[in-house]
């Protein structure tokens, strides 16, 4: 019963692995700050939550599975939230999207308007600092 868990934790922490893979590809990859944050924090998220199934399934102790489930609790609760909240941020402050974006749904939102788009008709250019 023991080979088994190897080998399904095995499974696990290349099946983690390789959506990490994917999640750094996105980072170097993707065009805009915003689709960035969202490979970052989805594939990231869910490598880093496979790899500690496999904590998990290897461990021997209660005290390490329990460790092992309150952080895959932890990564579900925060990853996307603040993931969300540095895309409104970056929103707020200026960045702006790509250009082949098909749809910009904050624009209309008078919370996220910049101050510096409100006050003059051209946005910021963040790159030029």
């Keep these: 019963m023991e080979a088994v868990g190897n080998i399904l934790a095995g499974v696990f922490v290349v099946m983690g692995a390789l959506f990490a893979l994917v999640a750094s590809i996105g980072i170097l990859r993707l065009p805009d700050f915003y689709t960035r944050i969202h490979a970052a924090s989805k594939a990231g998220t869910v490598g880093s939550v496979l790899a500690l199934i496999a904590l998990a399934i290897v461990s021997v102790q ?20 603040s993931a969300h909240l540095l895309g409104k941020a970056a929103y707020s402050a200026g960045y702006r999207m790509w250009s082949g974006s098909v749809m910009d749904e904050m624009e209309d939102d008078p919370e996220t308007v910049p101050t510096a788009l409100a006050d003059s008709d051209t946005p910021p250019n963040p790159d030029r600092a």
């Design 62 to 81: 209660t005290a390490e599975v329990l460790r092992a489930i309150a952080a895959i609790v932890f990564f579900f609760l925060t990853a996307p939230i």
